[in-house]
């Protein structure tokens, strides 16, 4: 078995791809039937699948995305559209900031102690 990809059900899947494409790198690609999907680079396939509801409570799962400088990440993904959730926090494993995606789902910078 392999991971294939991550499949993240939206509202907006062209716009939510934009974001993560932009963030992360890549292509966004616009598919049949309302879906989305960018391959960042070192990562699998992200694919936004539309749903007719938007995301009403907190993720069971969640993205954590290794940068070498929080502060200057969490920046560049406020300016495209990601809002902080909080502040970083600090414990004996490293550091971490929480965000939401335009859409609302929430994924984490971290940095390894």
């Known amino acids: 078995m392999r991971l294939d990809q991550i499949v993240v059900d939206c509202v907006d899947p062209a716009g939510l791809v934009r974001f993560w494409a932009g963030l992360l790198g890549g292509r966004p690609v616009e598919r049949e039937h309302g879906w989305a999907h960018v391959v960042p680079p070192g990562w699998p396939r992200i694919s936004f699948q539309p749903v007719p509801e938007p995301k009403a409570v907190k993720n069971r799962l969640h993205l954590d995305i290794g940068v070498d400088d929080i502060t200057a990440a969490t920046e560049?993904?406020?300016?495209?559209?990601?809002?902080?959730?909080?502040?970083?926090q600090t414990d004996e494993q490293g550091s971490f900031?929480?965000?939401?995606?335009?859409?609302?789902?929430?994924?984490c910078f971290v940095k390894a102690a």
């Open 76 to 88: 560049r993904a406020v300016g495209l559209g990601a809002r902080p959730q909080g502040a970083v």
């Open 97 to 107: 900031q929480v965000l939401l995606d335009p859409a609302g789902n929430e994924f």
